[in-house]
């Protein structure tokens, strides 16, 4: 990858190690990034990186830097939610930045395209794919094969999977914030699509609730398929008599009517690929696992 000016703003939560931040960015830029960083710790609020305004005027600079090419999202956790009315989103995709994030960036992802039908990247952020001491060769390497472009792969096995083979506009990310985000002018209403969810701490019958919230709304019906990423994080108990995420997982594979695959490695785990939001996506699943290619966004 070519050395480019990349940004780090913060929407969400704060950095929760100082010292491995500044390693992570020590490290870009040993690799020969210009990294310019408008995320203070000085300037911490309650769970947040900043007041409501900080965090806006970070996204708002980080994006109007001429210097930068790249935009990435400090960490997730919480905050897009508050902001989300305040964002210009012509001007983040006028900027012609990339940006990239998950889990609660997801929001952010959805808005973007909504308004703009501009593409932006559900993938790596600073904490703590770009700080961690040993970094994990399969998420970055996704990250900047795909930024590179001008198509992507991402590899996937599970047992159980339907044989496939479609194609539709790439979207989706973290399953609460999805669900979220329904009924509100952030919600891009999407025909023929391959979504892709995931989640964290989320017992199988909140998944189930979700995808179900989902399916009752007719969005998942609209879909050529669903591909679900990693769901963990979750403890079942005795009461749950048998009822896990096998049992949840047959349940809506017969309830939604539309194939649902499993083993995307994606979610709120070290290995981790990238997939850019709205980009045009080619799924072909046999008995071996699945390939799913993409094609017509934005890079580097």
Sequence with gaps: MKNIGIAIAAPGGYALDDAALARGIARLEAQGHIVHNYYDAERKFQRFAASDDGRLAQLNAAAADP?????????????????????????MADSGKLFSGYSDITAFHMGLFQATGRISFAGPM?????????????????????????????????????????????????????????????????EGGILFLEDIAEHPYRIERMLLQLHFAGVLGRQRAIVLGDFSGYRLSPNDNGFDFDAMLAFIRETVGVPVLTGLPFGHVKERCTLPFGAQAHLVSDAEGFELTVSGYPTL
């Design 67 to 91: 210097a930068c090419q790249l935009v990435v999202m400090l960490r997730g956790q919480y905050g897009i939610s508050r902001i989300l009315p305040r964002i210009d989103f012509r001007a």
């Design 126 to 190: 600073m904490c703590d794919d770009f700080i961690r001491e040993e970094p994990v060769e399969y998420t970055l390497q996704q990250f900047w094969d795909c930024l590179r472009g001008p198509t992507h792969s991402v590899r996937g096995t599970a047992a159980g999977n339907p044989a496939l083979d479609v194609a539709g506009t790439l979207w989706g990310g973290n399953l609460a914030m999805v669900n979220h985000l329904i009924g509100t002018p952030y919600w891009p209403r999407i």
